[in-house]
């Protein structure tokens, strides 16, 4: 079976890989140790994880802004943007949100935030914010970054290119 996350093969039904599966259940212990007591008078950011047609109300996971921002690159961006003024004391993770926060120098970030996340509507949006400005992506440090850690995403980055000439 083909893992989600990773793509890469691996015996078993259960979608992830065993090294993904676990990758995956440290991130969730990690954010949800902020929703211990005494822990979350220190936080100022609520996360809300929607899953549509749940029938019951959205996941919801206190945090720190500082941890997030230096925990991933996505939030960095999200949360760092000095170009506008940002009050968040509640961050909704919707697609809207990071569509509408969609920049140049997110774009890959959010890109590859879209795929671990297997989000159509945010890999389509990124990917053509990317291909549009393909004459940069080349001199991006972290364009240099992405070629190491997901080669496959610039493959389909350059296959995108390519199939709109």
């Given at each position: ?37 005494p ?11 929607a ?20 925990r991933?690159p ?20 919707c697609q ?13 970030a ?40 997901h ?10 290119h390519?199939?709109?000439?």
């Amino acid at each position: 079976m083909k893992c989600i996350s990773c793509e890469g093969n691996y015996d078993g039904d259960a979608g992830a890989c065993r090294q993904c599966y676990e990758d995956l259940k440290a991130k969730v212990a990690f954010l949800a140790m902020s929703n211990r007591d005494p822990l979350t008078f220190f936080t100022d950011v609520v996360l809300y994880g929607a899953d549509d047609g749940h029938p019951k109300a959205p996941a919801r996971a206190m945090a720190n802004k500082a941890v997030l921002a230096s925990r991933s690159p996505v939030f960095r961006a999200i949360l760092g943007n000095e170009t506008k003024e940002i009050h968040i004391y509640e961050l909704d993770l919707c697609q809207k949100f990071f569509v509408s926060n969609l920049n140049w120098d997110n774009s890959l970030a959010t890109y590859t935030f879209g795929h671990h996340h297997n989000d159509k509507q945010i890999i389509d949006a990124a990917l053509t914010l990317i291909t549009n400005n393909i004459e940069k992506l080349a001199s991006s440090v972290k364009y240099a970054e992405l070629k190491k850690s997901h080669p496959q995403l610039v493959i389909e980055i350059y296959e995108r290119h390519f199939a709109s000439l």
